[in-house]
């Protein structure tokens, strides 16, 4: 039971440096509560054989701090769901907590209820926060494969309390003596893989991340399309635009930087707001901006980027002062068996001709749009 409390309280430790250290949700803090919880469970286990007039109160308490601690682990996977199971795992999760509570406060045959209800209680916890696991990655393979476990081994331990009861002869005792370190050592393990994991996946965003628009960059863009690529064909027709800011340092000059990191987050947001489903968009370096539309036909998309177009000034126009903001935009569309490099390519020389042109427009590659 030391050990285990041991390795319980550098769990807590290891969680609440993540949280505070790294920024991560309150999923995360209430991880290291929970498993500080269940160092104070082993703690007040071992207690009870040490102190035996006080043993059953330790026990008895021992229980209700095992119930807290698992209602607390599975809430911070809860609030590490997306926000529609959030809330009823919460629910479901607060009210399964109270009543054990409840229950277990009554005191009438609390040695074999308490067991009982402890592990039924634990085990509907963790099918609430298996729910909350959903994804392909191998960590969550992993965290389901561990909860299914966990609930196994509750099931055994509810069984084992109604059938064979607390008898220090039957196997009872040693079902729990045994289980339960493994079955909290495990989740452990798990919170701190799954929160590697999610550091990791930031680390990966803030990596493809524009940070001044919120747009993927050029390493994001391209990564992204190479993940399309891998996972099917790029569709067909599949439209690629790149958009330019006229005058922009005319922007900067005047009005400062802040106005100009304005305008850029403004021009950002308006091209985010007209594309939706698996069309990207990115900031590729300084006022120029590219997006792709998968599976939009030429035609369309060039109605699309025009409208796009003639929104500019107004949307603009009470951060440009007395600059009337514009935007360039070169199209084209991906022939088959075409490297997206040479599209883009393509789509770069329409778009100085916008700027030779008079800027303010959209040109596109006449060959291919027809």
């Not at 609440?16 to 309150?26: C, I, K, Q, V, Y």
């Not at 609430?128 to 392909?136: D, R």
Request: aromatic share 6%; hydrophobic share 50%; glycine share 10%.
């Amino acid at each position: 039971m030391s050990a285990i409390a041991l390795i319980c309280l550098l769990l807590a430790l290891a969680l609440l440096t993540a949280w505070r250290d790294f920024r991560l949700g309150r999923h995360a803090l209430a991880w290291s509560a929970a498993f500080a919880l269940a160092a104070a469970t082993s703690g007040l286990r071992l207690s009870s054989t040490l102190v035996p007039g006080w043993g059953e109160d330790l026990r008895f308490l021992s229980c209700i701090t095992s119930i807290v601690s698992m209602g607390l682990l599975s809430w911070g996977f809860c609030r590490r769901a997306e926000r529609k199971t959030r809330l009823v795992c919460e629910v479901a999760g607060f009210v399964l907590m109270l009543l054990a509570i409840l229950w277990c406060v009554q005191g009438s045959g609390w040695v074999t209820a308490c067991r009982l209800l402890t592990s039924m209680c634990n085990l509907a916890l963790v099918v609430i926060a298996l729910s909350s696991l959903k994804g392909a990655r191998k960590t969550i393979r992993l965290g389901q494969l561990m909860f299914l476990m966990a609930a196994a081994y509750m099931v055994t331990v509810a069984v084992l309390a109604v059938t064979v009861g607390p008898d220090p002869g039957s196997v009872f005792p040693l079902t729990v003596a045994v289980g339960g370190p493994v079955v909290t050592v495990s989740l452990g393990i798990l919170t701190l893989l799954i929160t590697a994991s999610d550091l990791a996946g930031d680390l990966r965003m803030q990596a493809w991340t524009d940070p001044l628009t919120g747009l993927l960059n050029r390493r994001g863009f391209e990564q992204r399309i190479a993940e399309m690529k891998a996972s099917r064909p790029l569709p067909e027709p599949f439209v690629v635009v790149v958009a330019d800011l006229d005058h922009f340092k005319t922007v900067n000059d005047t009005l400062g930087h802040a106005a100009g990191d304005a305008v850029l987050r403004c021009f950002a947001r308006q091209i985010s707001s007209a594309l939706g489903g698996q069309e990207l968009a990115a900031r590729i370096g300084g006022e120029e901006f590219i997006f792709v539309l998968p599976g939009t036909p030429p035609a369309e998309g060039l109605a699309r980027v025009e409208r796009m177009r003639q929104s500019v000034p107004a949307s603009l126009q009470d951060l440009g002062g007395s600059h009337q903001i514009t935007a360039s935009f070169g199209l084209t569309a991906l022939r088959g068996g075409e490297r997206l490099e040479e599209a883009i390519a393509r789509a770069d020389l329409a778009l100085y001709r916008s700027k030779r042109e008079g800027r303010n427009r959209v040109s596109s590659d006449e060959a291919v749009m027809g």
